[in-house]
């Protein structure tokens, strides 16, 4: 965040690369109780947001396509994670999640879906050069962005590590609006500070909420 603050490329050089791999150390040393399918694509995640990171601090616009390609991978990568913990719950999902409970619990998110979209598409409908073929890809990335933080809702509430999951991919979510906004919308006073903060609280509470479920659920083929 010092780096990205004082615009120090060689302090951002030397640190942005290692923050997801010591996250990964963090989890594969404490995991041995979670999911077996959890813990793959958790691990997924990690190791394709540190090749995202990697690309994005090039900011070249010729990497910026196979960046947003990478995290595309990592929200899926999580939203399969969710989907086996979903999945774990058995018989007690049908219970919980009623067809009126799923819509309801859609709509704040649909809402943000449709308030970034208002925003960025004039921005991305135009065909200025450093814009060109990115309004499709940026609106099918916003929707999986937003539906791995709906996912993450659907989850059991009274599960440990519930909130720090949910909470960690809002921060996520508006780590990627932060820098939506700062690259086609407006520039953001001091963008790196907002954009690295959410981004790494966001990644470390997922991460460690999925280590914390494992304190309720015993570890299953």
Not at 26 to 44: C, M, P, T, Y
Not at 86 to 97: I, Q, V
Not at 134 to 142: A, D, K
Request: aromatic share 14%; with cysteine; proline share 4%.
């Amino acid at each position: 965040m010092y780096g990205e603050t004082t615009e120090n490329y060689f302090i951002i050089s030397m640190s942005k690369p290692l923050l997801m791999p010591i996250l990964l150390l963090l989890f594969l040393l404490n995991a041995h109780k979670n999911l077996s399918l959890e813990r793959i694509f958790v691990v997924i995640s990690l190791v394709f947001s540190c090749i995202g990171d990697i690309l994005l601090m090039q900011r070249r616009n010729d990497l910026f396509v196979y960046g947003l390609l990478s995290f595309l991978i990592v929200h899926i990568s999580y939203v399969m994670s969710f989907m086996v913990r979903l999945h774990h719950e058995g018989d007690a999902l049908k219970r919980r999640l009623t067809i009126s409970a799923i819509i309801i619990a859609l709509i704040p998110f649909i809402a943000y879906i449709a308030l970034m979209l208002y925003i960025l598409c004039p921005k991305l409908n135009t065909d200025a050069e450093e814009v060109k073929g990115l309004l499709m890809p940026v609106i099918f990335y916003t929707f999986i962005i937003v539906g791995m933080a709906y996912i993450s809702y659907l989850r059991d509430r009274k599960s440990p590590g519930f909130w720090s999951v949910f909470i960690g991919a809002i921060f996520f979510v508006l780590s990627d609006s932060f820098i939506a906004f700062n690259r086609f919308v407006i520039p953001i006073p001091v963008s790196g500070l907002f954009i690295m903060f959410t981004y790494g609280l966001g990644q470390y509470l997922i991460t460690i909420g999925t280590l914390q479920i494992t304190m309720k659920h015993p570890k299953t083929i």
